[in-house]
T-cell receptor, first 117, second 114 residues
Framework: KQEVTQIPAALSVPEGENLVLNCSFTDSAIYNLQWFRQDPGKGLTSLLLIQSSQREQTSGRLNASLDKSSGRSTLYIAASQPGDSATYLCAVSPSPSGYNQGGKLIFGQGTELSVKP | DVKVTQSSRYLVKRTGEKVFLECVQDMDHENMFWYRQDPGLGLRLIYFSYDVKMKEKGDIPEGYSVSREKKERFSLILESASTNQTSMYLC?????????????FGEGSWLTVV
């Protein structure tokens, strides 16, 4: 059974610091991996999606990498800002075994990030 | 922009009541999903639907049912609400499987069962 783990559960950094959030998964047979951001009391916003054939994706100050063989992904945030404070979740999509698996995601517990001014 | 709208943000219901949570998406997505999110347990899939009138059980379907009569609307039904169903419920949608498309979430519905 696929399990997704995110360590640490919480992280506090000063503004301007570069940081890395970690995500690991137990079964390398994944279709894709997504990173999400969740603000308190709100829904999830997709940040980056990495297909299983890709190694990384970039969007602005964010860079996500994927190493399927080792079951790991990292989300790198450059020059962190207080506005980056949120919970970051990673989720994997199992490899399709039927005509529909898209969106059937398995989530980690998230890392709660606090960026101090 | 894709919009997934959950009609009720905050609800308080009594034990035993029948509860309807409504979700509408405006991007003609085939897939729609209901998750619940609980502290310490993360997000868990309740049900998903890949077409009108089609549904599949997720990881925790017990005590829930769903309805998808139109492509844009996916309803979650709690047949007889119980206190252990107090949670945040998140609806999501995505394009059809196989494309590895991004999934879009609504703002969530906070349900308290007393």
């Amino acid at each position: 059974k696929q399990e997704v783990t995110q360590i640490p559960a919480a992280l506090s950094v000063p503004e301007g610091e570069n940081l890395v959030l970690n995500c690991s998964f137990t079964d390398s047979a994944i279709y894709n991996l997504q990173w999400f951001r969740q603000d308190p009391g709100k829904g999830l916003t997709s940040l980056l999606l990495i297909q299983s054939s890709q190694r990384e994706q970039t969007s602005g100050r964010l860079n996500a990498s994927l190493d399927k063989s080792s079951g790991r992904s990292t989300l790198y945030i450059a020059a962190s800002q207080p506005g980056d404070s949120a919970t970051y979740l990673c989720a994997v999509s199992p490899s399709p075994s039927g005509y529909n698996q898209g969106g059937k995601l398995i989530f980690g517990q998230g890392t709660e990030l606090s960026v101090k001014p | 922009d894709v919009k997934v709208t959950q009609s009720s943000r905050y609800l308080v219901k009594r034990t035993g009541e029948k509860v309807f949570l409504e979700c509408v998406q405006d991007m003609d997505h085939e897939n729609m999903f209901w998750y619940r999110q609980d502290p310490g347990l993360g997000l868990r899939l309740i049900y998903f639907s890949y077409d009108v009138k089609m549904k599949e059980k997720g990881d925790i379907p017990e005590g829930y049912s769903v309805s998808r009569e139109k492509k844009e609307r996916f309803s979650l039904i709690l047949e007889s609400a119980s206190t252990n169903q107090t949670s945040m419920y998140l609806c999501a949608s995505s394009l059809f499987a196989g494309s590895g498309n991004t999934i879009y979430f609504g703002e969530g519905s906070w349900l308290t069962v007393v």
